[in-house]
């Protein structure tokens, strides 16, 4: 018997569908047809199908908004399951000091000065402290939206999440992520994190066994399967996160919508401070070092707005988009002996296709 019939007659409540466009899928719009796929909405059908994939060792990839993932145009292999679950429940308040922020060793790699050309890529002015505020622990699924998880926590008077206001993407995302807004970390405000590990069996970590680094954590090396996660939310002051929230959101506008976000990785403090430049954004390197912005290959573009995205101007494959990555990573490397590492997530592609990329 084939995995897919396998799959089908294990689970005859889930609509899977061979060869599926993940380019029908994919916030970008770009991606070629998945062997099987499927889109679960409940969190218990989406852990026991999980727990057989990996006790029957069925090839699969899971996927949220994929608003940071390159999807090659070939075809992907095995199972792709698109991750809907979507809950926010709120727990019980705490009264003590357990949010962890003030622990993160985590460099921002986000400062700017008012010279031109590096404002557009600066937020600090933002910044302020709320540590002390009272924490309410919110258990959110993994598959639940950013943009939805932090508008609705501000109608529930809850703050801290503000900071990464504009981003797409789901919770499950932002923790494999380890998603930064200014000089904040999405990690400093999970608690704990549900997975299922590829023994298929339920664990809870908690945050100091996160791994969690600059735009990286365990899962980008673990074959573990975030579920749900316990977030530290402040009892803080809601008009002023909302204050921030729609000043982030309004600046973020020069950022290409139709792209997968910040491509690279800003700069390193000493990798400023070599170049001599006012700002570690990776978009002031594209826009005034390499002086590639508004350059195009195919469909894609490097933005006009923000240098640092690349975006689908229409029917831009994922060929177009690597050829656009490819470039800056040759010039950056012959210009400014300058090893960029990539920020976003490659599905799908063969190695040979990825060789020119750190």
Request: hydrophobic fraction near 35%; include cysteine.
């Amino acid at each position: 018997m084939s995995w897919i019939k396998q799959l089908e007659n294990k689970f005859p409540q889930i609509k899977f569908r061979p060869n599926h466009l993940l380019s029908k899928v994919a916030y970008l719009k770009i991606g070629g047809p998945a062997e099987l796929f499927c889109h679960i909405k409940e969190e218990q059908l989406l852990s026991d199908l999980l727990v057989y994939c990996f006790k029957e060792k069925i090839l699969f990839n899971i996927i949220g908004d994929c608003s940071n993932t390159l999807i090659s145009d070939g075809s992907i292999s095995g199972l792709v399951i698109k991750n809907d679950v979507r809950y926010m429940e709120l727990l019980e308040e705490f009264s003590g000091q357990e949010n962890s922020r003030n622990l993160s060793k985590t460099s921002p790699r986000w400062k700017a000065d008012r010279v031109k050309g590096s404002f557009k890529y600066d937020f600090e002015d933002l910044n302020y402290d709320e540590s002390s505020s009272p924490i309410t622990h919110v258990k959110v699924s993994s598959g639940l939206p950013l943009p939805y998880l932090i508008t609705n926590s501000l109608k529930q008077h809850l703050t801290g999440l503000q900071w990464f206001a504009g981003i797409p993407g789901t919770v499950g995302g932002a923790i494999v992520n380890n998603i930064h807004g200014g000089t904040y970390f999405f990690n400093d405000l999970v608690r704990s994190v549900e997975v299922i590990n590829k023994e298929g069996k339920r664990v809870v970590l908690e945050q100091k066994d996160l791994g969690s680094d600059y735009d990286s954590s365990r899962f980008h090396k673990s074959s573990e399967i975030i579920i749900s996660a316990v977030l530290n939310l402040y009892k803080g002051n809601v008009e002023k996160a909302k204050h921030v929230q729609e000043e982030w959101i309004k600046r973020k506008k020069i950022q290409a919508k139709n792209s997968l976000g910040s491509v690279f990785q800003n700069l390193t403090a000493d990798q400023q401070k070599r170049l001599k430049i006012p700002t570690n954004s990776i978009g002031y390197v594209v826009e005034h070092l390499l002086q590639l912005q508004g350059k195009q290959i195919g469909k894609a573009q490097i933005s006009k707005t923000h240098a640092g995205f690349i975006e689908n101007l229409g029917g831009a494959t994922a060929a177009d988009y690597l050829a656009l990555i490819e470039l800056i990573v040759k010039k950056a490397k012959e210009k400014l002996s300058l090893k960029l590492i990539p920020e976003i997530v490659f599905l799908g592609f063969k190695e040979s296709e990825l060789a020119e990329i750190p």
